[in-house]
Structures are given as C-alpha cells and as structure tokens.
C-alpha cells in the first residue's frame, strides 16, 4: 500500500568462509587449473603468485594513477630483486632468499603499515638495500666452506646478515673521511 513501511532483504548477512584468505587461494587455484585445462602451450599456461616464495609482485597501474611514477620506480627495483634472487636461487638454497625477503623487505614495510604512514617511494628504497643485502649476503655465503654456510634460524645467519646490510654514513662518519 501506499506510504506503507516495508522490508525486504534480498541478500542474506555475509558469510564469513568468503572473505577468508584461504580460501581466495583455493579459489585463485582452482580457476587457474581449470583454465589451464583448456590450453595447450605450456609457456601460456596461468600459474598462481605464491607470496611465500623467493620472488617480489609487481604492482599493476591503473588508467590516471596519481601515482605511476612511483609505481613504476617501485616496479623497476622489484624486477631487479626477482632477476637477483633467480640467478642466486642455482647456488643458495631458497629458505635463506625467503629469510631475507623476510628480514629486508617484510619487516620493514609491516614497520611503516603499523605507523599508518604512506609508502610511496619508500618501497623502492626498501627493495633497493634489500637487492644489496642479498648480494652481499650471497657473496660471504658463497665463500664459506659447505659444512659452515648458514642457515635461517641460526644466530650465524643473522650476524652474516647484519654484516652485509648496507651502512648509512653519518655526518661524523663523513667528517672522519675528511
């Protein structure tokens, strides 16, 4: 009738199962294999990101991003830090590529989410002492005998770790060059 109240619900209340990340997951690998299912080349096959491995997701840019370029910058670094940790992945093994990732770059960046600040070009910066670390890290690794070489979880590795970030010079340190 007219003027009369009603209420009609067309949708039921959320169900929680939904928004879990597992099961996004699941999802995102069960379509993928169904699709894969219909292709024949294996080169143009999906495969789904795994946020665990030893590899860094580059972030896609929208149509009139205000910020691309720094998505781009950001983007250049993490290409840098998967072609580096590609290459060394043949001769370390990739738990201690993960603990990096983990330590240099993860970290960091749950630092600066719990603070609230913008990333911005932080990012970039952050994957850029990251690649250095790694590099460094690979280096002293590579010349330990095999029986010494150290593994995630090993106060070792940490101090190896802490040996090989790249220093920040100071302004004394910069008056002691002089």
Known sequence: MKGEVYEERFFDKKIKQFKDKDFLKEIKVAYAELINERI????????VFNKD????PMKKIGKNNPNEKNIKANNR??????????????????????????????????????????IGNRYGRIVDKAI????????????????????PGEDFFYRLLERCRPRVKTKTDKEWER
Do not use: C, H
Not at 81 to 108: F, G, H, L, T, Y
């Open 53 to 56: 491995g030893i590899y860094l």
């Open 40 to 47: 024949i080349d294996e080169n143009e096959k999906l495969k």
């Open 77 to 118: 670094m993490v290409l840098e830090w998967n072609d580096i940790a590609s290459q060394v992945v043949e001769r370390m093994p990739a738990e201690n590529i993960r603990e990096i990732k983990k330590e240099e770059i993860q970290k960091p960046l749950q630092e600066i989410y719990k603070t609230g600040e913008a």
């Open 132 to 151: 250095t670390t790694l590099v460094n890290f690979f280096n002293r690794w590579i010349m330990l005998s095999k029986d010494s070489r150290p593994r």
